[in-house]
């Protein structure tokens, strides 16, 4: 059985930072087949950051330059570190981790709520 266990979010005023940890058990996965999500009150799930197939990191217009993906293969863990947090970042962070590269993400963790004061 998959298990993501996301943590270290919380309250944090505008312009502050975050860093947090997805660990994955149950089975190893790729870089590239993990990525982070948020999902804001009233708002569906959308994409922050993740992997690509080359290695190379990806991010949504809205976090880059802000925003950075890691992972620790050792401990099968990926970080976001968040700085320069705006208000509009407050959503629930979710882990996200698929078998295949191309395809949908399978498996999420529980989320880690972050939220962002101005």
């Known amino acids: 059985q998959v298990q993501l266990v996301e943590s270290g979010g919380g309250l944090v005023q505008a312009g502050g930072s975050l860093r947090l940890s997805c660990a994955a058990s149950?089975?190893?996965?790729?870089?590239?087949?993990m990525g982070w999500f948020r999902q804001a009150p009233g708002k569906e799930r959308e994409f922050v950051a993740a992997f690509r197939r080359s290695g190379n990191t990806y991010y949504a217009d809205s976090v880059k330059g802000r925003f950075t993906i890691s992972r620790d293969n050792a401990k099968n863990t990926v970080y976001l570190q968040m700085n320069s947090l705006k208000p509009e970042d407050t959503a629930v962070y979710y882990c996200?981790?698929?078998?295949?590269?191309?395809?949908?993400?399978?498996?999420w963790g529980q989320g880690t709520q972050v939220t962002v004061s101005s």
């Open positions: 149950g089975r190893t996965f790729s870089s590239e087949n």
């Open positions: 996200g981790a698929r078998r295949d590269s191309l395809g949908s993400y399978e498996y």
